[in-house]
């Protein structure tokens, strides 16, 4: 079965170490799962996207990404640390997607950022927001500092290891429901 592998860097810049990270992850989950993935960057695409302020305004590349968001069996979501949090661009995209597409779909969360003290960006941000969105997230995040990459290339061999268990986690999920998420709990009626 072929699943659908979508890396998404919420950075707003070319070169980027989010992006550089993304693309590692998603090259490890190809590697053990020999589906190739896409990468969609906002550092290009950020423009299409906020050209739509709500769906009903999606027209061209920018509903061309939020589909491919929405159709993923896997999602790869990266951010750069700003002001303590993701991006306000990645913020738009998942703004803007349909809700029901979400329920049980696996997510990878990473992070780059400065600075050590931020490495709880992928728990504390990153991890609420696909929590209201019902998807799952897998235990696995990976958080890089700029020490972590040379010539926007990951080198550290704890976060490569990081990397590895997040794309073996990964690849398990799309294993256990054959790239469909698992139905949304039903909630019980009030009575």
Do not use: W
Request: glycine share 8%; hydrophobic share 45%.
């Amino acid at each position: 079965m072929t699943f659908s592998i979508l890396g998404l860097s919420g950075s707003l810049t070319r070169p980027s170490r989010t992006t550089a990270l993304v693309r590692r992850i998603l090259d490890a989950v190809a590697a053990r799962s020999g589906d190739q993935g896409n990468l969609i960057e906002l550092a290009v695409d950020a423009p299409h996207v906020f050209s739509a302020l709500n769906r009903g305004q999606l027209r061209g590349r920018a509903a061309e990404v939020i589909r491919a968001v929405e159709q993923a069996d896997l999602l790869i979501v990266g951010t750069p640390v700003y002001r303590a949090s993701y991006t306000g661009a990645l913020k738009h995209v998942f703004d803007l997607v349909d809700h029901a597409a979400f329920p049980g779909k696996p997510v990878v969360l990473c992070a780059t950022g400065g600075t050590p003290l931020h490495g709880l960006v992928t728990e504390h941000e990153m991890r609420p927001l696909f929590g209201f969105l019902n998807a799952l997230t897998l235990p696995t995040t990976v958080y890089a500092i700029e020490p972590d990459f040379a010539d926007h290339r990951l080198v550290n061999a704890k976060t490569i290891a990081r990397v590895e268990r997040a794309a073996a986690e990964a690849v398990e999920q799309l294993a256990r429901f054959g790239g469909n998420a698992p139905p949304a709990p039903r909630l019980a009626a009030a009575g």
